[in-house]
């Protein structure tokens, strides 16, 4: 096994942890916090004999920075004093909003999973200390529809990235976003790291390739890659498409009075979820223990969708019976009836645990969307007054 540096150094009599040991996030912004940070275990203390000298600033790359997880991730690195790099696919319909606050912070780089030498360049180019993908055709009823594609970015894409970093510097730190989606049929309740998996989607099969290449790289090549295998996790950052935004978006229309019904699909699918802010941290821990391995992510409850809408509904004083419509479209042509995430693993190794509830998450959405939706209508009401 080859030995690995650490990223603590010793200053006189004492360790010190470059970056911090973690932090919280706030419930109701969504904002970083440097308060109640919880202890570390010792396996994020490596041997400081280990350790080079030098304080120079750690760098990231990210793939799929402008999503949810990678705006997250990329202000908790920057918290870290990190210098954080996204990369980005040339195109012109690229939404920066979610990290609109952050590119005077970090560079975006070019570059494309389906294009091995971008992927080079961009590694060359930025020298990154470690690599957190992201990026992928996260939707899974879309996979359906183009599961090529979906095969194409959310599994080989990962190879392609791999071999990447293979070629350009093999001490790169790497993390994979696995999900719990792989695991689809459930063979046991909760899941964890042991748990058979079973994919149910094309979504889940590609992630299912991705996750396993990360292993056999760790295993055949020595990298340092890991997979988190995450469960459901959202936040107001989430896209309107997927079941937790749609209803949080769907529930503040109804109740500025801009739509009177909300189209849902399977009411008794049973869902782990969590805040994306919260995970990121664990993403990040992963890549700071002394040896690579895989953990699953999970706060170790299970909600149905009928007790989300009841939450999100419940918070603006209405009763979602009278406000529901089942719309067949939205079931999934082999459903994935039930996750729940055993995260003990990450407990006991990485000192992560969840720390905004169910309820709090729905709730932060819901007070969200009513925020964006008035503004949008002020905004309307003072344009058509001009």
């Known amino acids: 096994m080859v030995r690995r540096f650490s990223y603590l150094f010793r200053e ?8 911090g040991a973690g932090a919280g996030w706030d419930a109701g912004t969504g904002a970083h916090s440097s308060e109640c940070v919880p202890e570390v275990p010792s396996t994020l203390c490596y041997t400081a004999c280990l350790l080079p000298m030098s304080r120079t600033q750690r760098k990231a790359l990210i793939t799929g920075i402008t999503g949810q997880d990678g705006s997250y991730l990329a202000e908790f690195l920057l918290q870290k004093n990190y210098r954080v790099y996204g990369l980005i696919r040339r195109s012109s319909t690229i939404n920066f909003e979610r990290i609109s606050h952050l590119q005077d912070q970090i560079e975006l780089i070019p570059g494309d999973l389906l294009d091995p030498s971008s992927l080079i360049s961009a590694l060359r180019k930025t020298e ?5 993908n992201l990026a992928a055709q996260s939707f899974v009823p879309t996979s359906w529809s183009q599961p090529v594609l979906t095969g194409e ?16 510097n093999p001490r790169i730190r790497f993390y994979q976003a696995s999900s719990s989606e792989m ?6 309740s909760p899941q964890n790291e042991s748990t058979r998996f079973y994919p149910r989607s094309p979504y889940g099969v590609a992630k299912l390739y991705g996750h396993w290449i990360t292993v056999n790289a760790r295993e055949s090549y020595d990298l340092f890659a890991c997979s988190g295998i995450l469960f459901n996790h959202e936040s107001p950052r989430r896209g309107v498409e997927f079941v937790t935004r749609r209803v949080s978006h769907g529930v503040a229309r109804i109740k500025l009075g801009l739509q009177e019904k909300l189209k849902i699909g399977n009411l008794d699918a049973e869902r782990d979820w969590g805040f994306a802010g919260d995970y990121v941290e664990a993403m990040w821990r992963m890549l700071q223990q002394e040896n690579p391995d895989d953990f699953v992510v999970a706060t170790g409850e299970t909600h149905t969708v009928r007790r989300l809408l009841e939450v999100a509904f419940g918070h603006v004083g209405l009763d979602y019976r009278k406000f529901i419509e089942s719309d067949p479209a939205l079931f999934r042509p082999a459903e994935v009836h039930h996750l729940r995430g055993d995260y003990s ?4 190794t990485l000192g992560w645990k969840p720390t905004v509830s169910f309820e709090k998450l729905v709730e932060m959405m819901v007070d969200s969307d009513l925020s964006l939706l008035e503004r949008s209508r002020s905004s309307v009401a003072v344009f058509g007054a001009g």
């Open 12 to 19: 006189g009599a004492s360790t010190v942890a470059i970056g």
């Open 128 to 132: 990154p200390d470690e690599v957190y």
């Open 153 to 168: 970015f959310t599994a080989l894409g990962v190879t392609r990235l791999l071999e990447a970093i293979r070629v350009v």
């Open 183 to 188: 695991f689809g049929m459930v063979e046991e």
């Open 345 to 348: 693993k990450a407990r006991q």
